[in-house]
């Protein structure tokens, strides 16, 4: 994941992106069907993806798709869908989480008997 992005944008931009997830999710919660169907479970799933953040590029693409294959016209939900496909999750997300850049603690290292680098 991330090779895919080159950051994990925080503070404004990153709130930003978590704005852009929710937003997208609301033309997919507005083809929520009442039976529950195929095409209902994958609305669910791909509503939980969004809102966690979690498998974004995945998300988007399905997202893009299901607002493609709907009974309206959703083609600006799709150009959102693209948008969030191409700049990546941000560090609110579970991907930010998992992938995003950390920072190493040499504090803690010389109890197990190592030194940390000299610079």
Not at 86 to 110: H, I, K, M, N
């Amino acid at each position: 994941m991330q090779r895919l992005f080159v950051m994990f944008p925080d503070r404004a931009p990153g709130v930003g992106l978590v704005l852009l997830r929710v937003g997208l999710c609301v033309p997919l919660l507005l083809q929520w069907n009442a039976p529950w169907t195929m095409r209902s479970t994958a609305l669910a799933v791909v509503i939980g993806l969004l809102l966690l953040g979690w498998l974004t590029p995945m998300a988007s693409v399905l997202a893009g798709a299901l607002l493609g294959a709907g009974s309206a016209l959703h083609w600006p939900w799709m150009a959102v869908a693209l948008a969030l496909l191409l700049l990546g999750p941000g560090a609110y997300s579970v991907d930010g989480g998992r992938f995003g850049r950390r920072v190493r603690q040499w504090g803690s290292t010389r109890r197990r008997g190592c030194t940390p680098p000299k610079e």
